[in-house]
């Protein structure tokens, strides 16, 4: 079964004041937004002196160019410690702005025994080569399947996952032959691969592939290449609203049901997807909003404003850690083996569970585009299948 991760978002608590908090910016950088400030009496490191609490830090960035989003995922770090009334946390918020091993450095000198974070792939490495010769393990943001490893656990919404769920889904509904329109680049690399390991598995065929350049039209030519070429009867378009509209206007007659047409997550935040008549009955899969809705508004009165999606992996990896900590005791090596349990957790975002790997598992939903909205088509998996 899920681990008891529910008593987040208790409203009850929602009252606490935020002073309350476990949450302590670090004195080496900057603080943007309203950030909550513990008042014990600092030690040397800049730290209150207390060893009944674990020491966790919070690498993101609070300045620069993500500050935004770095902040939105501090703030949720604090909710999730309201809302459990969690006493035997501490929680200190590193800026990586200013350069990521510098905040790891301060974070490992001060006795952090654990690192959430950091929110891009390239701060991982930097981190990483601070963190593990003291034994700290990462649990980071990024969604980059690529970083995860024993001792670094990757708690994004991995791309290649909601593509292997939804040519399942696909697969039920009678697909058998696939074809791709893919960005040139990594990220077109990636989610062709995806594609292809996903349809393999499913036991299709995958019939094409073409690419086109982002930077300008092409994709419409390249969706005439593939409408030419023919021999499929579902596509998928790893692209955002705007260039997905375009291409699926080339490949289907208006009110034509084929070729099916299936996407990446990112189109779970592009509404106006719901406006383009040629991607009506499109497929992607997401994390479910089921209690994301509930996170968002309570976040919203709390702060004053809408947090960004991801800001909710920040409240999930708090309600993980507290998880984990029934059996860390204070000043003690993280027990990052606790990680791994099969049967996975359940947070804000629906269930997920780590691999021997590092690497996340999230359980996903499909949608469907529809005139005005998104509906669900097929929810996301209450259980996960036993692990190979």
């Known amino acids: 079964m899920f681990g008891n991760l529910k008593r987040g978002l208790g409203l009850a608590l929602f009252t606490l004041a935020l002073a309350a908090c476990r949450v302590v910016p670090d004195t080496g950088g900057p603080v943007t937004g309203p950030a909550p400030v513990a008042t014990p009496v600092p030690s040397a490191t800049g730290l209150p002196q207390d060893e009944g609490r674990h020491r966790v830090a919070l690498l993101v ?20 410690l309201l809302d459990t009334n969690a006493e035997n946390l501490r929680i200190t918020t590193y800026d990586t702005a200013a350069g990521a091993g510098r905040a790891a450095q301060r974070a490992v000198a001060d006795g952090n025994k654990l690192i959430l974070g950091p929110l891009v792939r390239d701060d991982v490495a930097p981190i990483a080569a601070q963190a593990r010769p003291a034994n700290v393990p990462l649990i980071t943001f990024s969604n980059d399947s690529a970083l995860a490893q024993g001792d670094v ?5 991995v791309p290649e996952q909601s593509i292997a769920r939804t040519v399942s889904f696909a697969v039920t509904q009678g697909a058998r032959r696939f074809a791709a329109l893919v960005p040139e680049g990594e990220y077109g690399e990636r989610a062709a691969a995806a594609l292809r390991r996903a349809v393999e598995q499913s036991g299709a065929t995958m ?6 350049n982002r930077g300008n039209t092409s994709i419409v030519s390249a969706a005439t290449r593939l409408r030419t070429r023919g021999g499929y009867d ?6 955002g609203a705007r260039l997905a509209a375009l291409a699926a206007a080339q490949l289907k007659d208006a009110g034509a049901s084929l070729p099916s047409l299936i996407g990446p997550e990112l189109w779970s935040s592009e509404g106006s997807l719901t406006s383009s008549s040629s991607m009506r009955g499109a497929w992607f899969s997401s994390v479910s909003d089921a209690r994301y809705r509930q996170f968002a508004t309570s976040y919203e009165a709390r702060f004053g404003s809408a947090p960004p999606r991801i800001a ?11 998880r984990v900590a029934r059996e860390w005791r204070p000043g003690q090596t993280f027990p990052a083996s606790r990680m791994v349990d099969p049967g996975g957790f359940l947070g804000v975002d629906g269930a997920f569970r780590f ?3 590092g690497l996340g598992e999230r359980s996903f939903e499909v949608r469907e585009v529809s005139n005005g909205s998104f509906s669900i088509v097929d929810a996301a998996p209450r259980e996960f299948p036993a692990q190979r």
């Open 207 to 212: 019939a094409s592939t073409e690419t086109y």
């Open 61 to 80: 960035p609070l300045s620069g160019a993500n500050a935004e989003v770095g902040q939105a995922i501090a703030n949720a770090t604090t909710m999730a």
């Open 153 to 157: 656990f990757v708690m994004g919404n």
């Open 355 to 357: 691999g021997a790997t």
């Open 312 to 322: 909710s992996l920040g409240y999930d990896a708090v309600l993980l850690t507290l």
């Open 234 to 239: 579902t596509v998928m378009i790893a692209d």
